[in-house]
């Protein structure tokens, strides 16, 4: 290199251009070569010091580390070997780790495909009673649920089928409860073990909520209702009741209603029952 010439280069990054066939990023990268020359001093005292800037430009592209793959949402996801549908919202049963256990049943809040095609879901999972920290209580159905704040990603390959998650009240009005039917009326804490409503009526001698499951009789007089063991009877024996007035209305009126009668088998009508016990397992 010449006495007095300073060369260096410098490297901009100016833009960003993703190919619409290629996830790699590229970037355009600018190289300017400054050539300064400096003329060096002669002992001429017209002579001065000069400077002289040679610029050149020029880009090329090379390329960046690639990205994490984009994702869109979808609006549907077809089970895998059947023609059923899942859209968000919808209620899944979700095949568990485990084999021999019953199915996970969650809530689908979303679902989406990477550009490779695999189909994941968020999943808003329902806990089974047993699953809760306090455990299955006496109230607890069959088919109940709690709605969790517990979310989780997992693909959508681990949907075994569709299921229904009722309201609790449209549950009990079931002319049929199939094994796709199960019901919710509450949601759950999962890191405290809370609940929301923290309470619920009550009913009978136990006071305990409500349990579908079980069959229930009604007070005539004060239309509470009760457990069929909490009266020291059977389910058959409730089952022939032709009238019922709990014990505390007995107290205060001792009277029945004319035509009616407590012993089973007269044709003048049955005591009100409250059970999903008439609702048969469908085939």
């Not at 060369?7 to 066939?21: D, F, H, L, N």
């Not at 005292?45 to 580390?65: C, E, I, Q, V, Y």
């Not at 079980?214 to 009760?226: F, G, I, N, S, T």
């Amino acid at each position: 290199m010449p006495s007095g010439v300073n060369t260096w280069t410098e490297i901009v990054t100016i833009g960003i251009e993703e190919s619409p066939t290629n996830t790699t990023q590229y970037s355009y990268i600018f190289e300017s070569t400054i050539n300064v020359t400096r003329q060096i001093p002669h002992h001429d005292h017209k002579s001065r010091n000069r400077s002289h800037f040679d610029l050149k430009d020029r880009t090329f592209l090379l390329p960046m580390a690639k990205t994490r793959p984009g994702k869109r949402d979808l609006e549907s996801y077809t089970i895998r070997g059947t023609n059923k549908v899942v859209r968000v919202g919808d209620s899944v049963l979700m095949r568990s780790a485990e084999n021999e256990k019953n199915p996970y049943v969650a809530r689908v809040e979303s679902i989406e495909a990477d550009v490779k095609g695999n189909v994941k879901v968020r999943a808003r999972w329902y806990y089974r009673p047993e699953e809760s920290i306090g455990g299955r209580r006496q109230f607890h159905g069959i088919k109940e649920l709690f709605l969790s704040d517990h979310y989780d990603v997992q693909s959508a390959h681990t949907i075994e089928d569709k299921c229904i998650v009722h309201t609790f009240k449209n549950y009990t009005k079931l002319d049929g409860v199939g094994p796709e039917d199960y019901f919710c009326r509450f949601e759950y804490k999962a890191a405290t073990g809370g609940f929301t409503p923290d309470r619920v009526a009550v009913y009978c001698k136990c006071e305990m909520p409500y349990n579908p499951d079980d069959l229930m009789v009604q007070c005539e007089a004060c239309k509470d209702w009760y457990h069929p063991a909490c009266l020291n009877m059977t389910v058959e024996q409730t089952k022939q009741l032709d009238s019922f007035t709990c014990d505390e209305c007995s107290s205060l009126d001792r009277k029945r209603p004319p035509g009616r009668t407590s012993a089973s088998g007269l044709p003048n009508g049955k005591v009100n029952l409250k059970q999903a016990e008439h609702k048969r397992q469908k085939k």
